[in-house]
Structures are given as structure tokens and as C-alpha cells.
Antibody, heavy 121, light 113 residues
Framework: EVQLVESGGGLVQPGGSLRLSCAAS????????MNWVRQAPGKGLEWLSY????????YYADSVRGRFTISRDNAKNSLYLQMNSLSDDDTAVYYC??????????????WGQGTMVTVSS | DIVMTQSPDSLAVSLGETATINCKTS????????????LAWYQQKPGQPPKLLIY???TRESGVPDRFSGSGSGTDFTLTISSLQAEDVAVYYC?????????FGPGTKVDIK
């Protein structure tokens, strides 16, 4: 079964850090560019970051650039998001999603179930 | 950045009727070299992640019922749900995949009247 499973979410104090993981299975993870997307409670979807298969190209949204770092380990079939200097505005469900330019025109065709991050004192 | 707008914010449609959602991009997402529009539609039900419905503006993802259809080009796009079913109650998002940041529309909530 094709699957993405996020983990690492939880409650963190403002100014704190958290590292999210996304474990891939059922497909060849190393062949896919990947993204992180978040959704604040009751709000819409916000794209955060993108990484290519070999990590040579990385992009960030302005809202997280300089605070968040995306990375991947193809040997472990895993994607990561290191989040630093967290604030209340970062409270959200965080999703990882695949990016397939050739077959889907860059649409995000596989999504994880998400992991909740709550920033609160 | 490409700004995405959707209309309406919400709509209620009777079972079996048609729901129409519009999406506009602040600049064209048509890639001239292959004549493809880099625009996707997603469905999100409560407590679930988004699900890809349509890519390249009009190509239905495998397994998506044919009552869902996408149309449009350049900057103006439409998602049409024909013969609305109870299981179609959800929020629908458009997204441009043309350039980073890969912006999403604000969403349109579809309910049963």
C-alpha cells in the first residue's frame, strides 16, 4: 500500500523547536520530489517547502524561511522538517506530500494523514 | 507569487444537482511549450488529508468519479460536480503547480441543500 506517515508533532512552547518526520512506504521514495504543507485549525492549506529527489533544490515559503529546514534520507525512505523559533502562528496540522511533475504536472498526488503541532505556553 | 482566488466561499446544492466552483490565478499557469495548465483540484473531508481530484486543470485522477470535471485555461478555471452525492460534501481547493510558492486557493465548502 502506498503510504506516507507523519510523526513528531506535539505540544511545544513558543520559541521552541520540533522535528517532524514523514515515512514513505509502498513506492520508490527516492524517485519523488517532496513537499510539506500545513493547515491551521479551521483554515486553508499553506504550502511550506519543497525538496528534490537528491536534495539539490530546496524552496521555502516566506513564512518559514530561515526558521524551518527540509531534508530527506532516501536510504531511510524519510522526509524531515526541522522547525525552530516556533510561534502561535505555527499551530497546525502538518502534511507531507509527493510531487510528480512528469505524471501529474506537479500536483501533490500522495498525502500523509498529518501530524498536529501545537505551539502554546 | 501567484495569488489564488476561489468563488463562491461556500455553496449548498440539492442532491443530484450540479455544483460549480471557480478558481482564478493572478497570472497564467499555462505552460506554452506543452500547452498544459499547471492547476490542480483537491477535495478535503473533515479530519482527512486533501485528496487529489484533478490535475493539469482537466485530467481526472485515477479512481475519481466522472461526475467530477475540470475545465479552463490560463487564469480562469472551473471544477464541476455533476449530480452531487452526499459523499461529495467537503471543502474543495484549487492549487497552482506552475511555480513556487505552490499556492492554494482559500477553499470552497460544498454542502447539501
Amino acid at each position: 500500500e502506498v503510504q506516507l506517515v507523519e510523526s513528531g508533532g506535539g505540544l511545544v512552547q513558543p520559541g521552541g523547536s520540533l522535528r517532524l518526520s514523514c515515512a514513505a512506504s509502498g513506492f520508490t521514495f527516492s524517485h519523488y520530489n517532496m513537499n510539506w504543507v500545513r493547515q491551521a485549525p479551521g483554515k486553508g492549506l499553506e504550502w511550506l517547502s519543497y525538496i528534490t529527489t537528491s536534495s539539490t533544490t530546496i524552496y521555502y515559503a516566506d513564512s518559514v524561511r530561515g526558521r524551518f529546514t527540509i531534508s530527506r534520507d532516501n536510504a531511510k525512505n524519510s522526509l524531515y522538517l526541522q522547525m525552530n523559533s516556533l510561534s502561535d502562528d505555527d499551530t497546525a496540522v502538518y502534511y507531507c506530500a509527493t510531487y510528480d511533475y512528469a505524471a501529474y504536472g506537479g500536483a501533490f498526488n500522495i498525502w500523509g494523514q498529518g501530524t498536529m503541532v501545537t505551539v502554546s505556553s | 507569487d501567484i495569488v489564488m482566488t476561489q468563488s463562491p466561499d461556500s455553496l449548498a446544492v440539492s442532491l443530484g444537482e450540479t455544483a460549480t466552483i471557480n478558481c482564478k490565478t493572478s497570472r497564467s499557469v499555462l505552460y506554452n511549450s506543452n500547452n498544459k495548465n499547471y492547476l490542480a483540484w483537491y477535495q478535503q473531508k473533515p479530519g482527512q488529508p486533501p485528496k487529489l481530484l484533478i490535475y493539469w486543470a482537466s485530467t481526472r485522477e485515477s479512481g475519481v468519479p466522472d461526475r467530477f470535471s475540470g475545465s479552463g485555461s490560463g487564469t480562469d478555471f472551473t471544477l464541476t460536480i455533476s449530480s452531487l452525492q452526499a459523499e461529495d460534501v467537503a471543502v474543495y481547493y484549487c492549487q497552482q503547480c506552475y511555480s513556487t510558492p505552490f499556492t492554494f486557493g482559500p477553499g470552497t465548502k460544498v454542502d447539501i441543500k
